[in-house]
């Protein structure tokens, strides 16, 4: 498959325009339509912060083949930045079982689903939200996502993320201040927040909507009290991780 995005996002992509943050403009954005909520978390090989590459097809096989599993991921409300109790929480397939604990990186081909995470859509109430990403040991998030700080959990022995609401707009006054983001990647957000809510409810939210792909074209116009997602991009739920470089 040809690169998510031409390029790595920088932050003059997302903050060069302040409007993006807001409500009525996201809204009037196009956003894509899915009934099921999930996304990948891949190796990011060269550490670049893109997912493949025009120019080498090495790397770029293994960006798509190959998915990180054991992550933590959490589904928090876009909406309530005082929250700091996750709505929902998964972890990245194959499954370690231990929060914390060691990620595992397999190829698709040869491990189905390795890297997605999934929230059962049908059991997440009408909102917005984002999802929150904690980096496992020996890992760093590198690719489509917004810094989060952290925590130490009460043992000292790991660290949790801190969430962080609202649309990214909160992050604009940081970025006139210091001129960039801190990405240490060990905590961080997926871009933008997502809408979940009823086909009849997004339709008439946001000014335009396209399914996220030909398979729910079959679902188009049916049952439009279901619960669907939103998203801003097809691409807002892949997120990538680079290996950390240790200097011996």
């Known amino acids: 498959p040809e690169p998510e995005q031409p390029h790595p996002v920088t932050t003059y992509d997302l903050f060069s325009d302040p409007s993006r943050f807001d409500l009525e403009s996201i809204r009037d954005s196009t956003h894509f339509l899915t009934d099921t909520l999930r996304g990948t978390l891949w190796l990011d090989e060269d550490g670049d912060g893109k997912r493949g590459s025009l120019t080498d097809s090495r790397l770029n096989a293994m960006e798509y083949d190959v998915g990180i599993g054991g992550v933590t991921v959490a589904l928090v409300k876009c909406d309530d930045p005082d929250n700091e109790i996750p709505a929902y929480n998964a972890q990245s397939m194959p499954i370690s079982g231990v929060a914390g604990g060691r990620a595992t990186s397999s190829k698709r081909s040869e491990v189905a689903h390795a890297g997605e995470y999934v929230f059962p859509l049908d059991l997440v109430l009408a909102g917005r939200y984002y999802v929150m990403y ?25 660290f949790d993320c801190v969430p962080r609401g609202g649309e990214g707009g909160d992050y604009l006054e940081e970025v006139l201040e210091r001129g960039d983001l801190d990405m240490g990647g060990y905590c961080a957000r997926s871009i933008g927040c997502f809408e979940v809510n009823t086909k009849f409810m997004l339709d008439s939210d946001f000014e335009n909507l396209e399914w996220f792909d030909e398979e729910h074209e079959d679902t188009k116009g049916k049952d439009t009290f279901k619960h669907l997602a939103a998203f801003p991009s097809r691409s807002t739920l892949n997120v990538g991780l680079a290996e950390e470089k240790w200097n011996l």
């Open 134 to 158: 904690k980096a496992p040991p020996d890992y760093r998030l590198s690719g489509n996502v917004l810094p989060l700080e952290r925590k130490l959990t009460e043992d000292g022995a790991y």
